[in-house]
T-cell receptor
Framework: DSGVTQTPKHLITATGQRVTLRCSPR?????VYWYQQSLDQGLQFLIQ???????AKGNILERFSAQQFPDLHSELNLSSLELGDSALYFC?????????????FGEGSWLTVV | GEDVEQSLFLSVREGDSSVINCTYT??????LYWYKQEPGAGLQLLTY?????DMKQDQRLTVLLNKKDKHLSLRIADTQTGDSAIYFC??????????FGKGTTLSVSS
């Protein structure tokens, strides 16, 4: 158990819909990262938050957004869903931005768009 | 630019050593990681190495880093069937997101 909790574990929804994925980082971790894993694209970095503020953006679509709340949990919002958005979405957390950047991953949220 | 390359497949017999290789392009990477993903599961951090180290050993795992060639390897001694999984190499600078390779599928036969 990495200490990173993601919900829901599985989600099936229709095209055009909107979903929210939730992540609770390890206790004390300030950084949260979101990744998308698909068969054709591999593990793609989407976005990073540090202590409530957006820190870095990767290959995140404009239809996707995220935020980190004062209690440090994070949500990834996926809207106008397309079939190609079906993937495993990972959240990860780390303690701080300085040295010793050990990053732990949650179990992931499986999203199926039908 | 940043890119991490791995071979896609490796097949070994139980009890043999496995060596999974990885090359990266960003010479300013500070940390290099190995993660393991079993079928239907999340990413498990196996080990990581700082860029100022050449080697790190942790039980059956040995990580070797050649900074000059930007080459990282993971050796698993006495490979077991339970080691069958996908192994991902990743790089990062301190505080930044990981950049992953495509993963190497390790198949262990008894």
């Amino acid at each position: 158990d990495s200490g990173v909790t993601q919900t829901p574990k599985h989600l099936i929804t229709a095209t055009g819909q909107r979903v929210t994925l939730r992540c609770s980082p390890r206790s004390g971790d300030l950084s949260v990262y979101w990744y998308q894993q698909s068969l054709d694209q591999g593990l793609q970095f989407l976005i990073q938050y540090y202590n409530g503020e957006e820190r870095a953006k990767g290959n995140i679509l404009e239809r996707f957004s995220a935020q980190q709340f004062p209690d440090l949990h994070s949500e990834l919002n996926l809207s106008s869903l397309e079939l190609g958005d079906s993937a495993l979405y990972f959240c990860a957390s780390s303690a701080r931005q300085g040295s010793g950047n050990t990053i732990y991953f949650g179990e992931g949220s499986w999203l199926t768009v039908v | 630019g940043e890119d991490v390359e791995q071979s896609l497949f490796l097949s070994v017999r139980e009890g043999d050593s496995s060596v999974i290789n990885c090359t990266y392009t960003d010479s300013s990477s500070t940390y290099l990681y190995w993660y393991k993903q079993e079928p239907g599961a999340g990413l498990q951090l196996l080990t990581y190495i700082f860029s100022n180290m050449d080697m790190k050993q942790d039980q059956r795992l040995t990580v070797l880093l050649n900074k000059k060639d930007k080459h990282l390897s993971l050796r698993i001694a006495d490979t077991q069937t339970g080691d069958s999984a996908i192994y991902f190499c990743a790089e990062s600078k301190a505080g930044t997101a990981l950049i992953f390779g495509k993963g190497t599928t390790l198949s262990v036969s008894s």
